[in-house]
């Protein structure tokens, strides 16, 4: 593993719930090892409050997230991504922009909480489900042993966990 953090973006259409919760994980899970971004091709504008509560029950700081186009991170000066996943189906369909440095990609789709119409527990379970998705592939991903497997077989392996 090099002593620089390796950086990763989670990309959703709107960049308001999805991307946010698996932004914030890895962030926490990744202990500087990791630095995530989140980002989406049609960004809402506003951070779903009920990813930030879902972020604050699960003891992850809640400040700091906004909703952006994922066109910053394809502008000179932007961070080098090493890897790029996709967590909604409507993004992973979508013609992405040109990545400086050729990260690796993978699709790791889950439901969308914020289509939940119902109450508001079952909108915080719909939430928290989604989290709990997401840290489980992450926890998966950070038990890769990196710096011991090529690309290719990393590659692999953060599709094969998106499957999961």
């Not at 946010?20 to 995530?36: K, M, P």
């Not at 700091?64 to 909604?88: H, I, M, Y």
């Not at 038990?143 to 011991?148: E, H, Q, V």
């Amino acid at each position: 593993m090099p002593d620089t953090p390796r950086h990763v973006l989670f990309i959703c259409t709107g960049n308001s719930a999805r991307s946010i919760l698996a932004e914030g994980l890895l962030n926490h899970l990744g202990r500087g090892r990791f630095v995530a971004h989140s980002a989406g091709s049609h960004p809402n504008g506003i951070v779903n409050p009920y990813a930030l509560s879902t972020l604050k029950a699960l003891h992850i700081p809640s400040d700091g997230f906004r909703s952006k186009n994922w066109d910053e991170f394809s502008q000179p000066g932007a961070p080098v991504l090493d890897c790029v996943f996709t967590v909604c189906d409507n993004a992973a369909g979508e013609m992405c922009p040109v990545w400086p440095g050729q990260p690796m990609t993978a699709h790791w789709g889950v439901p969308d909480p914020a289509a939940v119409e119902d109450t508001d527990d079952a909108k915080a379970s719909a939430f928290m489900a989604t989290a709990m998705t997401l840290k489980r592939r992450i926890e998966l991903m950070l038990s890769l042993p990196i710096a011991s497997l090529d690309r290719i077989a990393i590659h692999r392996e953060l599709k094969q966990i998106g499957q999961a």
